[in-house]
Nanobody, 124 residues
Framework: QVQLVESGGGSVEPGGSLRLSCAVSGNTYSTIYMGWFRQAPGKEREGVASLNTIGRTTYADSVKGRFTISRDIPRNILYLQMNSLRPEDTATYYC??????????????????WGQGTQVTVSS
């Protein structure tokens, strides 16, 4: 079992930055694969970024160059640094974890565990 708790969401103006955190417990953090997803009202959940057990990252085209996924293994925390935020980044952001590798790490059905979500609003 893996427990995930997100934090760090909030409201920011376009061009601003936020850093989301996901506290991970219940399993050896270094052996699980992690991801960030988001869901805007009326839209399907979409993969934003993923991180595998050897540090390889994958990003959605819409966030490349603006978002960075990283982890602090000793503290069991996953981060999503979001820069140059746009109104279209407004969504509920979810942390996710899976215990197996996946060919497509930005699809939600490969993930076993999910956090409760944290709201990000980008508006002037």
């Amino acid at each position: 079992q893996v427990q995930l708790v997100e934090s760090g969401g909030g409201s920011v103006e376009p061009g601003g930055s936020l850093r989301l955190s996901c506290a991970v417990s219940g399993n050896t953090y270094s052996t699980i694969y992690m991801g960030w997803f988001r869901q805007a009202p009326g839209k399907e959940r979409e993969g934003v970024a993923s991180l595998n057990t050897i540090g390889r990252t994958t990003y959605a085209d819409s966030v490349k160059g603006r978002f960075t996924i990283s982890r602090d293994i000793p503290r069991n925390i996953l981060y999503l640094q979001m820069n140059s935020l746009r109104p279209e980044d407004t969504a509920t952001y979810y942390c996710a974890a899976r215990t197996r590798p996946a060919a497509f790490p930005l699809v939600d059905y490969v993930y076993n565990y999910w956090g409760q979500g944290t709201q990000v609003t980008v508006s002037s």
